[in-house]
């Protein structure tokens, strides 16, 4: 049984978008090879799970869970959750631009999930849609300056950027958005954009990327209109950016991604803290399947601008970010040398990322402290003891948030 504070080694996935030198860099680990790593998971995803370290051995965390999940989670968790780890935690490093997609809500996903099955869809099929039947709110926390795209902009802003590209093959769309300024006029004109033939759509987006590279440096939307175009020859998503917002993130600023809401990953890098799912419902820039009548099934087509989540001080050494998600919570501890983090008495599991200096943790449970570098991670299972940490750097922490139990009336 898992009851310590103990060290976990974490996948890497290498997907083609992923850069070759941020995660290295960030986690002082070597990458001769020089392939792409997109993603570092920690959690206990089937598809890639963390390993712990239990008395010299290295154990799936799936497993280490299943063997004891009210100690290692925590009763409440626990009985909320399924006897499940419910978020998954990431180091997510993009050098290339990610698909256009969008999440279903827990409802959305079960009744997919269970149609899917039913059809005889299998798990690993390419033109599946519903992997599992869990939703996927997702938080992202910028490590560097980060590029996404984020929900619909506010329709006069997306109307006043498609008119300055005023090709003749956008017109009728911009008409019929600017006749029917709202939720249904947004709803229509992406419905028409994406159910248009391939050939149709490929010498839109040609003629919009030719205009984009006239006012590339006068609008930063513009100027990613024609570099997806360079990626996503003919793709309808590379028109995104003139009716999604654009947002950029400085490092320590984040964003709360619901689901139903369409957004993609530009570039940079962050940390990005999520409900444990991999249901994506793609919609451009992308080879991958896009299912065109469930993705309007999901999309929320509610305009808006995009907000940009800070950090709320909780203690003289941690700052939360608040997000409306049961399943997930992130805080970042930033310690000196004359400061200490103290744990709660009374803790959940805990996830811990040593991203900066070095920094020791003491537990009753250990006899020495447990010294910690860069790029280290180690699980807090809800069944050890109160710990704290002294030394210098940054950490991350994710858990599940406390919900208190209705008061009885």
């Given amino acids: 049984m898992l009851d310590t504070i103990s060290l976990l080694r974490n996948p890497i996935q290498h997907y083609a978008w992923g850069s070759k030198t941020a995660i290295p860099k960030l986690l002082n680990i070597p990458n001769p090879e020089r392939n792409p790593m997109a993603e570092l998971w920690m959690g206990a995803h089937p598809k890639a799970p963390s390993q712990v370290c239990v008395d010299g051995r290295w154990i799936s965390l799936i497993d280490v869970i299943a063997s004891s999940p009210e100690s290692v989670l925590g009763s409440e968790v626990a009985r909320r959750f399924d006897s499940q780890l419910p978020f998954l935690f990431k180091i997510l490093a993009a050098a290339e631009p990610l698909s256009i997609q969008v999440h279903p809500n827990k409802q959305q996903a079960i009744e997919g999930f269970t149609k899917e099955n039913e059809l005889g869809i299998s798990l690993d099929a390419p033109y599946r849609n519903y992997r599992d039947d869990n939703h996927k709110p ?29 090709v003749p093959e956008l017109s009728p769309l911009v008409d019929g958005l600017r006749n029917h300024p709202d939720m249904d006029g947004l709803k229509r004109f992406f419905r028409i954009l994406m159910k248009m033939g391939k050939s149709e759509q490929a010498r839109m987006v040609s003629r919009v990327v030719e205009r984009a590279k006239e006012k590339a440096r006068e609008r930063r ?17 590379v028109l995104s950016p003139l009716f999604l917002n654009l947002i950029y993130l400085e490092p320590g ?9 369409l957004h993609a990953y530009l570039g940079g890098t962050g940390l990005e803290i999520m409900a444990n799912s991999d249901n994506v419902l793609r919609g451009g820039l992308t080879a991958k399947h896009v299912d065109v009548d469930e993705l309007l099934k999901i999309v929320r087509f509610e305009p808006g601008r995009p907000e ?18 049961e399943e997930f919570e992130l805080s970042c501890i930033f310690l000196e040398e004359e400061k200490t983090y103290y744990s709660a008495k009374k803790h959940g599991i805990e996830i811990l990322l040593f991203l900066e200096g070095e920094a020791r943790i003491n537990s009753p ?9 860069k790029g280290d991670s180690v699980i807090v299972p809800a069944c050890a003891h109160p710990y704290h940490i002294k030394g210098k750097g940054i950490i991350y922490k994710a858990t599940v948030p406390f919900i208190p139990s209705p008061t009885p009336s």
């Fill in 138 to 166: 997702e938080l992202l926390c910028a490590l560097t300056p980060f590029e996404a795209l984020k929900g619909f902009r506010p329709v006069g802003e997306a109307l006043a950027l498609m008119e300055t590209i005023a």
């Fill in 253 to 261: 600023q984040a964003m709360f991604l619901p689901a139903g809401e």
């Fill in 365 to 373: 449970q250990h006899q020495e402290a447990l010294q910690l570098r």
């Fill in 221 to 237: 939307e513009l100027y990613w209109v024609m570099e997806l175009g360079k990626k996503y020859p003919g793709d309808v998503g």
């Fill in 308 to 325: 940009i989540l800070h950090a709320q001080m909780v203690s003289e050494v941690e700052k939360v970010y608040r997000a409306p998600a």
